[in-house]
């Protein structure tokens, strides 16, 4: 069954460096898309961006661009979502989630992974 | 950016009852790229309606979705005691990707 398995929560300090992995399983790794969604604590969701598993390709939101990479490694088919100078406006549960193409529809989520920005 | 607005923000209804949700964007979005999530408390989204009207695997029946342009519909006739969550639109033909703020359907 299709499975995506994010790494486990964090806290971090002001200023710091996060780095999320999501291990994909039971499909095609390099098929489908991935995105990045996070949502802090009581509000929606906002879309960060996507990363393309066969060639590594991404877009991010202007939002997060300059602060935000978005990796792949297939040899152990994970992905990664690194976001540099957190602020406490980071703290939020962020999300992978797996989408046919560029533009689809997101079929598949990872159980979140938290972060909290503190000093 | 296309903004996604919801409304009602909350929806209080009885089981048995009938939910009417609205999504409506700043500007005309292609029907193929609207979906519909349902999200319970602690839990990731889950997909519910894909290309506007299409249900996802496993979703039933009492839920469906329709509209087209700038208005979109989800509708859940005769909601059951697991049918209570917050649900959202979401738009991904332009980037960057948005999403609505979120229904939140409660029990009367």
């Known amino acids: 069954q299709v499975q995506l398995v994010q790494s486990q929560s964090e806290m971090k300090k002001p200023g710091a460096s996060l780095n999320i992995s999501c291990k994909a399983s039971?499909?095609?790794?390099?098929?489908?898309?991935i995105h990045w969604v996070r949502q802090a604590p009581g509000q929606g969701l906002e879309w960060m961006g996507i990363?393309?598993?066969?060639?590594?390709?991404?877009s991010y939101s202007q939002k997060f661009q300059g602060r935000v990479t978005m990796t792949r490694d297939t040899s152990t088919n994970t992905l990664y979502m690194e976001l540099t100078a957190l602020t406490s406006d980071d703290t939020a549960v962020y999300y992978c989630?797996?989408?046919?193409?560029?533009?689809?529809?997101?079929?598949?989520w990872g159980q979140g992974t938290l972060v909290t920005v503190s000093s | 950016e296309i903004v996604l607005t919801q409304s009602p923000g909350t929806l209080s209804l009885s089981p048995g009852e009938r939910a009417t949700l609205s999504c409506r964007a700043s500007?005309?979005?292609?029907?193929?790229?609207v979906a519909w999530y349902q999200q319970k408390p602690g839990q990731a989204p889950r997909l519910l309606i894909y290309?506007?009207?299409n249900r996802a695997t496993g979703i039933p029946d009492r839920m469906s979705g329709s509209g087209s342009g700038t208005d979109f519909t989800l509708t859940i006739d005769k909601l059951a005691p697991e049918d209570f969550a917050v649900y959202y639109c979401?738009?991904?033909?332009?980037?960057?990707?948005?999403f609505g703020q979120g229904t939140k359907v409660e029990i009367k």
């Open positions: 989630a797996r989408a046919t193409n560029s533009r689809g529809y997101l079929d598949y």
């Open positions: 039971g499909y095609s790794f390099t098929t489908y898309f």
């Open positions: 990363i393309n598993p066969s060639g590594g390709g991404t």
């Open positions: 500007q005309s979005i292609n029907s193929v790229y």
């Open positions: 290309g506007a009207s």
């Open positions: 979401q738009q991904s033909g332009s980037l960057p990707q948005t």
